[in-house]
């Protein structure tokens, strides 16, 4: 969005995409790392988990934070190296403290979701002020809202899968505390998903290509999802979480395409 707003020169986009998918995926590799580490006296216990390195005692917790220690030194280099002034700081933030407290929520909240939302979707802060010099906060909150109800519709989707063992293990989750509304509070996240999107894209003035390609592909991936999965079914919830990554790339393909319209031809917001 913010290259779209700035017109960056077609040259350097694709090095600033390459740049922040590395940082997006220092970022999430590590807290994968931290949240298996936390999380290992739960994973024991659940089926789906007990098999991951950490529980199955294939590595062990001592490995692991030595692990975990150069994935937080390499990414702060990288990091700095990419990024400086506020975009480096709340990458940071994220990097440490957001993403270290998020596996200590699951023990002292039914809704450890909803700080997930906040802690992994701050990379959308993050590219915008790295880019966008203006800092224009109301499209950045609209769609950081946007990113965070699409975090609690998705991984509650993905709670699902472990309703059972979680109960046993001792495990808080939306899927858990939402019980029999679940469903329709997952349409609630996806509509207001579906409207901050909306309202981020006609803040940042974007034009046709971004409503029917992202918008109206978001639209069709949402319904899909709502009338494909079977939250009664672990292989069905894990097929539609992960399904949602294509969503990620549809809504991506809107804004690609028109940011390029834009620097090739001028096109009139809706």
């Not at 991936?221 to 969503?247: A, E, I, M, Y």
Request: aromatic share 14%; proline share 4%.
């Amino acid at each position: 969005m913010a290259a779209y707003q700035q017109k960056l020169p077609l040259i350097i986009y694709p090095v600033r995409l390459i740049e922040y998918l590395v940082a997006a995926f220092m970022l999430r590799s590590s807290a994968c790392t931290i949240n298996d580490i936390v999380d290992s006296d739960f994973d024991i216990n659940v089926e789906r988990t007990k098999k991951r390195p950490i529980p199955s005692g294939r590595i062990s917790i001592k490995a692991a934070l030595l692990f975990l220690l150069a994935q937080y030194l390499i990414a702060i280099a990288v990091f700095y190296c990419i990024l400086d002034g506020l975009a480096y700081t709340v990458t940071v933030i994220q990097l440490l403290p957001l993403s270290i407290i998020y596996p200590f929520m699951k023990r002292v909240t039914n809704f450890p979701q909803a700080w997930l939302g906040i802690a992994i979707n701050l990379g959308f802060v993050t590219s915008y002020l790295a880019q966008d010099g203006q800092k224009n906060v109301p499209m950045i909150f609209t769609g950081m809202i946007g990113c965070w109800c699409w975090t609690m519709l998705y991984d509650t989707i993905y709670a699902c899968q472990d309703k059972r063992d979680d109960i046993k293990a001792g495990v808080n989750s939306s899927a858990l505390a939402l019980g029999s509304l679940i469903g329709p509070m997952l349409v609630v996240f996806g509509l207001a998903f579906l409207a901050a999107f909306i309202s981020a894209g006609a803040l940042n003035q974007q034009t046709t290509a971004y409503y029917i390609i992202s918008i109206g592909g978001l639209v069709v991936h949402l319904t899909w999802q709502f009338f494909s999965v079977d939250l009664d079914v672990p292989d069905s919830c894990g097929k539609t979480f992960r399904n949602n990554g294509q969503l990620g790339w549809i809504i991506w393909a809107g804004l690609a395409t028109d940011y390029i319209w834009k620097i090739y031809g001028p096109f009139s917001p809706l």
